[in-house]
């Protein structure tokens, strides 16, 4: 906490040193800092305690609280008998992970787990060694705590084709209800729509409330370009919109906040942060799961399981535990010395939705947004410390969405295969991007660093039904090593034919007359890999979209499901491991049978609701203790007053040791102190380049 703290304190510094000392306006700045770290330690009283004393049985053990985890955990321990465990590898969620506009910055800390592919020929060559990104949430929450906080569904069709394919339950009809359970939609001219929005469910869903020109004209362009204004998580789909978010009052709205923060009070849930499960123990002769093997601390525990052991620890890390537990391909398991318990088709199938970064577009005017500029400004931050308005609530400057069907682009209720997202920023408005993009130095500055100062807008064309797969596979046996992930994006040649799609039609949009109010044109300095084509082919826009390729976080397939008939399943429709007994499950994405069209997160909280129907079987349990909460809470207050009196001092020694006497220090000072709050950032997330001024060391050390 306390290191989020400073970086708060280092933008009010800023702020003030740009204002040449305290008055009123840095005053209000002042204070609005204090109201957030006050909401901070409200949020952090919230959040259920990290359990001291365990059981050495639970009924449910479940493995990582991600979205699915959260839900599962929530859903649960509804049942008072049941006694529920949660174990996550990661800490809790800050409540500054919780500010928008912060969001790539996580990419940089302990929250993220962060993967990357391993370096391919073909693939991310514009990315350092070759690798791209791969963020996931390593925290209380799992991804929705660092992703950009985007709602989206689903196409029925997609749902419908899991049935078919003989998955039963998980029509669109079957599922559409749990969409609805846990929503809560904020956006009333949607909400009306009963028949696909609900309200009062965990999940709270807003438009951003803030707008830059430039997606307004995002909105009007694809009109132009003969698209609908749709709600895409309604009826049908194909259409352009503004984005529909996680949020709640301008924060983010995580998977912990909406599912665990109102169990904490729940004497039958248990949860352990920090702790790396390294096992699930199956017994070899009967195959049935009993427990799981974890470590905290540098200790190993074993905790027993009554009833399920479930594993929902995402498309890395549950392949990489069910093969380290004895459950996968039988090959690959005896190269790494493992005794096999079942051989399934674990790691393979691994499925994202491919894009291409960095397309830019320039704007001859102010429409966008510069990160530094924002972080400058005092105005926009007393916005968000006060109202949780402006900039700040932007998701890293996400905003807009279109839904294309390229096989079929004039049709009302099309069944898209290509994705727009768009940001009213890009790649070189906000320094930290590349950075957690992996984009390689020598690349971003021949390309994007010109631009840095420009008011410059960016899409990412999305390939929402690919065709190519990856695959997981262990490193060695050691969990705490990272599992190998290869994932050739591109491997399939019509996932890059839908790329350059995707890229055409955004020259087509900025040259809209929506767009050419701003001047947008886009930036034509050539990618040093894709010098030798002609800029603006086709084959150069494929190898562009090889260069700058990405996944979007949405991983998924490593646990695929399926009927007995598919030699490829690892789970039947009911979650089950084929062949392990004693019930043990997978939830979460990670058994999409099938890449779907949408961001797969809202699906993750669905699954475990169709899972939580099927345990049956009550046995009496009551459990006494949990930690004191209070005491945990009262300890917190203590430190936070600490921290108070600290803001007021430093920040007042601050402003009077800032004494510039010309207008050159002026800009000097500013970038000093624009330099401090990026080493914050890089500090906090262990990054070695840190600057770190003599007044900011003070802070720590006080702290
Ligand atoms: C007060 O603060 C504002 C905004 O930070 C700044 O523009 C202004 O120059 C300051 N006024 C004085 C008298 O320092
Ligand atoms: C100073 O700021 C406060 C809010 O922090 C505001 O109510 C007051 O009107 C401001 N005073 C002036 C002179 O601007
Ligand atoms: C939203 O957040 C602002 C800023 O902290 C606060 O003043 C306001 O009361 C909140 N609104 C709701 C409905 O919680
Ligand atoms: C930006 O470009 C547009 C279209 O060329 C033009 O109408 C507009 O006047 C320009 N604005 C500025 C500030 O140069
Ligand atoms: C849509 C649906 O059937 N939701 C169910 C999810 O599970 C809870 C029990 O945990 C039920 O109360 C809901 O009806």
């Known amino acids: 906490m306390e290191r989020w703290t400073l970086l708060l304190i280092k933008i009010c510094i800023l702020n003030i040193c740009k204002s040449r000392g305290m008055n009123n306006s840095t005053w209000g700045l002042t204070e609005g800092v204090l109201k957030l770290i006050r909401e901070g330690s409200n949020h952090f009283g919230q959040e259920p305690t990290d359990t001291k004393q365990l059981l050495p049985e639970y009924d449910f053990i479940i493995v990582m609280a991600g979205s699915a985890g ?20 990661g800490r809790q969620e800050n409540y500054i992970m919780d500010i928008p506009i912060l969001t790539t910055f996580f990419q940089f800390s302990e929250a993220n787990w962060k993967y990357k592919t391993e370096p391919s020929d073909h693939v991310c060559l514009g990315m350092t060694n070759r690798q791209c990104s ?27 084709n899991w049935e078919k394919l003989g998955n039963p339950g998980w029509g669109f009809k079957d599922v559409l209800p749990y969409f609805l359970e846990i929503e809560d939609m904020n956006i009333p001219e949607l909400a ?70 109102p169990i904490r009070n729940r004497k039958n849930f248990h949860l352990k942060k920090n702790s790396l499960v390294t096992k699930i123990l199956i017994d070899p002769v009967s195959k049935s799961a009993y427990g799981v093997e974890f470590i905290n601390n540098n200790k190993k ?42 051989d399934l088709k674990v790691g393979y199938n691994l499925m994202d939705h ?88 020598i690349l971003y500055d021949s390309v994007y660093k010109q631009y840095e100062e420009v008011h410059s807008w960016t899409a990412v064309p999305l390939t929402l039904k690919p065709k190519s797969r990856g695959r997981i596979l262990l490193k060695d046996t050691n969990p705490f090593d990272k599992p190998l992930i290869y994932h050739d994006f591109f491997e399939h040649p019509e996932d890059l034919e839908t790329q350059v799609v995707g890229i055409k039609t955004l020259l087509r949009l900025s040259d809209t007359k929506a767009f050419q109010k701003y001047g947008s044109r886009i930036f034509d300095e050539p990618l040093p890999g894709c010098k030798h084509l002609p800029f603006g082919s086709d084959s150069y826009w494929a190898c562009f979209a090889r260069n700058l390729a990405t996944g979007i976080w949405h991983l998924c397939g490593t646990c695929k ?15 089950r491991v084929y062949g392990v007994k004693g019930a043990m499950h997978v939830a979460g994405y990670t058994v999409a049978r099938r890449t779907m069209s949408f961001s797969p997160r809202l699906d993750y909280e669905s699954i475990p609701n169709l899972s939580a129907e099927q345990f ?23 430190v936070v007053m600490v921290v108070v009196v600290v803001v007021v001092v430093v920040v007042g020694a601050a402003a009077a040791a800032v004494d510039y006497d010309d207008d050159d220090d002026d800009v000097q000072c500013n970038h000093q102190l624009r330099m401090d709050v990026y080493a914050v950032f890089h500090q906090c997330a262990g990054d070695e380049e840190t600057h770190r001024r003599e007044g900011a060391d003070k802070v720590e050390q006080t702290l």
């Open 70 to 89: 959260c839900a599962l955990a929530n859903r649960l321990s509804k049942i008072s008998d049941w006694k529920v465990l949660l174990i996550e590898a």
């Open 301 to 342: 525990y074993i905790v027993r399981a009554k009833r399920e052991v479930i594993l929902s620890a995402g498309a890395v890390n549950s392949p990489q535990l069910l093969m380290l537990s004895g459950i996968g391909p039988k090959k690959h398991l005896q190269e790494k010395g493992i005794s096999v318990i079942e």
């Open 561 to 575: 499901m399926g009927p007995t008939s598919d030699p490829d399943a690892v789970v039947d429709s009911r979650l």
């Open 616 to 638: 049956d079987g009550i046995t009496v349990f009551r459990i006494s203790t949990m930690t004191s909460l209070m005491l945990h809470r009262s300890t917190f207050c203590a």
């Open 192 to 261: 009306k729509d009963k028949r696909y929005h609900s309200t009062g469910g965990e999940v709270t869903i807003n438009y951003n409330s803030y707008r830059t020109p430039i997606s307004e004209a995002f909105v009007a362009g694809g009109r132009e370009l003969g698209h609908r204004i749709v709600d895409y998580n309604g009826e049908t789909q194909t259409g352009f919109s503004f984005l529909q978010t996680t949020k709640r009052n301008g924060t983010r709205w995580s998977a912990s906040r909406a599912f665990l923060h």
């Open 134 to 160: 791969y963020p996931r949430g390593k925290v209380v929450g799992g991804t929705s705590v660092i992703n950009f906080m985007i709602y989206t569904r689903g196409n029925r069709r997609d749902y419908d």
């Open 354 to 441: 491919p894009g291409s970064l960095g397309l830019t577009f320039i704007l001859n005017q102010t429409a966008t947004l510069l990160v530094d500029d924002l972080l400058n400004d005092g105005k926009h931050t007393v916005d968000y410390l006060y109202r949780h308005e402006g900039p700040y609530s932007l998701p890293a400057g996400c905003e807009g969405i279109a839904l294309i069907d390229t096989k079929n682009p004039s049709s009302i209720d099309g069944d898209p295969d290509l994705e727009l997202l768009f940001f009213g920023a890009s790649i070189s408005t906000d320094k930290t991007f590349h950075k957690a993009l992996g984009i390689s130095h």
